[in-house]
């Protein structure tokens, strides 16, 4: 069914007045104490003052002038963030609370409020098997309006999914140092390399966004079932234990590839089930990484 330009407004609204309410009590605090500055930067040159650091002095100033200046720095507060998303068909899948492209699609919109609160740019790459959709970063309440409505309802081309050719296209894309999060399923492998090259230019976070079912499937006989990314039908027989061993095996070989590849590359990651408050989640991750820094 055609989402309508009037429901789609009442979707958008409805999802701004909530996340950015979070944002503003919960996050905003921890999220600048977390996400500083990316380096210092040459502000200007001026006289010296009594008590200031000798190694800051101009020498070349110095000598043109006839007596003492020094290089004044200031840290670069502003910061762009960089939002990976994963819209496959396997993010249209949840049997709780909601799906985990609705989870993603909230997660961001924090994530964006949060930023922009902080004066910082907020720029979206949509992915499925292919780049569906880039946003380059800006500032401002109307561009996360936009980046929402995008998450809320954009259709994407492809149904499967390639973790690697996001990373490739968000590396040449965006040159400068950023924050980014990639948030997924990670139901696959295949991207080691691109996240090694990814989070040594970058400070990249993984949000594994799964639903309880993927873990394992009850011995509630026949069922037939569809992969959500091939379109392909089958019938499951959960009475099997070989089968059901062989569906919880292909969940834990992703999520051990998940770990492994972003301890290698030595990146953050967390994991949200769709049947739990994400806001959690994120307090703990914040929390956790603020100690670390």
Request: aromatic fraction near 10%; include cysteine.
């Amino acid at each position: 069914m055609m989402t309508t330009s009037a429901d789609l407004f009442k979707r958008v609204r409805k999802l701004e007045i909530k996340t950015r309410g979070l944002s503003s009590h919960i996050f905003a605090g921890q999220y600048h104490s977390v996400f500083k500055g990316m380096g210092i930067s040459f502000s200007e040159v001026r006289e010296y003052h009594y008590g200031d650091d000798v190694r800051a002095i101009d020498w070349n100033v110095t000598a043109r002038l006839g007596h003492p200046y020094v290089k004044v720095f200031e840290e670069e507060r502003e910061l762009t963030v960089m939002l990976l998303v994963d819209i496959s068909g396997s993010s249209a899948f949840g049997t709780v609370n909601q799906m985990k492209r609705d989870m993603m699609t909230e997660i961001c919109a924090v994530l964006s409020f949060s930023a922009i609160s902080n004066n910082d740019k907020v720029g979206l790459i949509l992915f499925t098997d292919r780049i569906e959709m880039f946003i380059p970063p800006k500032k401002g309440r109307t561009h996360i309006l936009r980046i929402i409505r995008e998450l809320i309802d954009f259709q994407p081309m492809g149904k499967g999914t390639r973790i690697s050719e996001a990373l490739r296209y968000f590396n040449n894309v965006i040159r400068k140092r950023s924050i980014a999060f990639l948030l997924s399923d990670f139901n696959n492998t295949g991207y080691h390399d691109a996240l090694r090259i990814a989070g040594r230019k970058h400070d990249l976070i993984g949000v594994r966004i799964y639903d309880s079912r993927e873990e394992s499937i009850p011995p509630v006989g026949l069922v037939r079932a569809v992969d959500a990314e091939t379109g392909s039908e089958f019938w499951l027989d959960t009475s099997s234990r070989k089968v059901r061993d062989h569906y919880s095996r292909f969940y834990r070989d992703s999520l051990s590839y998940f770990n492994e590849s972003f301890l290698r590359s030595r990146s953050d990651q967390l994991s949200i089930r769709t049947d739990q408050p994400y806001v959690n989640a994120l307090i703990r991750f914040f929390r956790k990484r603020e100690k670390v820094r």
